[in-house]
């Protein structure tokens, strides 16, 4: 009784493997092929004289054993051989005209093969049709690395997050790669880009990210028709994930405004992508080839003064008006190191002074102020003794985050400067 019920489990094991996802009919039909061959090569000591037909519709296999007829009482060789008698008289095909020397098919029951021998296959056809799975996956994700996926939360842990897409595949979203005002519950739908696919040990991790400057590029190439057309090129991006950022674009067509474009009407389409970047600001400027107005744009929406360029060491000089400084540097020094990241540049702001009076830098005083207070001092953009004492003390102190008997000293040694 036994014996009986195995080959209809075999059936429905095959119906299992049928439905499988990522894995192409030719690709299954091979293996499960592959996978029976090797059973009746052990069974039979060689599997040359036997067909293997897959029926992956239905979810089931048959098999055929071709044998030589030789008269009755000469059959050498079971595996290959069958009798005259045997032939003519076969119960699944009986073939009552055949000859000596001629072939009998004759089928072979799953039955046949025994119970350990079903177990073994079934064992070797889970295990080869999980890598064929894991390799699929693993393909299929890598040539998607960079493109927006969407997934669902189903699982929260302190240090990622367990989505899965429509095919319920598994995708990993790290906190790192998290925008820091991200708040998720089971259920609910997540944007992201594909950012690595690896298949370390043959078991495919898909990370995504919300916080690449890539999620930026694909969610403007959604919003904004003309990007996904080709119309508008986006030439660089720069990110604070959460808190600001900048894109440089530009346009194929002269009739096309980019920034514009970009924007929408009355801010139609940037409202979209804030509102998916939970509420980062968002910079358009328009691309152009020199530097100088460049690295003008970038620093938006301070007003310079005059830039001194040195290309080979990407460097900037950049004098602006008292006024300006701080817009030019913006909040905690956001604006300025979105303009040095969309650039290239390293961009050093300097007060414009407007008086012709002789100046000095501050890096002339370094027998007499640490090093570390006047890089503070310059990255509030006062490069110059006249900045520092043009500058109001509390000014000082606040911005360039110094104590009030550092910022004292460093008054008292620039007036003795002037006064000597």
Known sequence: MAKKEEPIDMVDRFSEFKELRNIDKTTMIS????????????????????DVIMNPDKGDCEIYQNLEIVPDGKVEDPAKQISLTDARNDADNPDPDCEIGEEHTKKIDFAKFGRRAILNLRQTLASKILDLQKDAIYSKFKEMEGE???????????KEILLL???????????????????????????????????????????????????????????????HDGLIVIRAVARIP??????????????????????????????GIVRELRNEN???????????????RALSPAKISSIRIDEENKHAEVFLKPEEVSLAIGKGGLNIR?????????????????????DIYLDEFKDEIDSWVIEALKDMGCATAKAVLSTPREELIEKADLEEDTVDNVIKVLKAEFEN
């Open 31 to 50: 293996v499960l092929e592959e996978s029976f061959r090797s059973v009746i090569a052990k069974m039979f000591g060689s599997d040359e004289n036997f």
């Open 148 to 158: 927006l996926v969407t997934g669902e939360v189903y699982q929260l842990w302190k």
């Open 165 to 227: 897409d429509d095919d319920k595949n598994e995708l990993l979203l790290p906190k790192d790669q998290q925008i820091p005002t991200d708040f998720y519950r089971k259920g609910d739908t997540v944007r992201a880009v594909i950012y690595n696919v690896d298949n370390k040990n043959n078991n495919p991790k898909i990370t995504v990210s919300r916080t690449s400057d890539t999620f930026l590029r694909r969610l403007f190439e959604l919003e904004v028709p003309e990007i």
């Open 242 to 271: 959460g808190e600001r950022a900048k894109i440089a674009v530009e346009s194929y067509d002269d009739r096309i405004d980019p920034v514009g474009a970009c924007v929408g009407v009355k801010g139609a389409r940037i409202h």
């Open 282 to 296: 968002i910079d358009v400027i328009n691309y152009t080839s020199n530097p100088q107005l460049f690295i003008q």
């Open 338 to 358: 979105l303009a040095t990241m969309l650039t290239g540049y390293e961009i050093d702001v300097y007060r414009d002074l407007e008086d012709n009076e002789e």
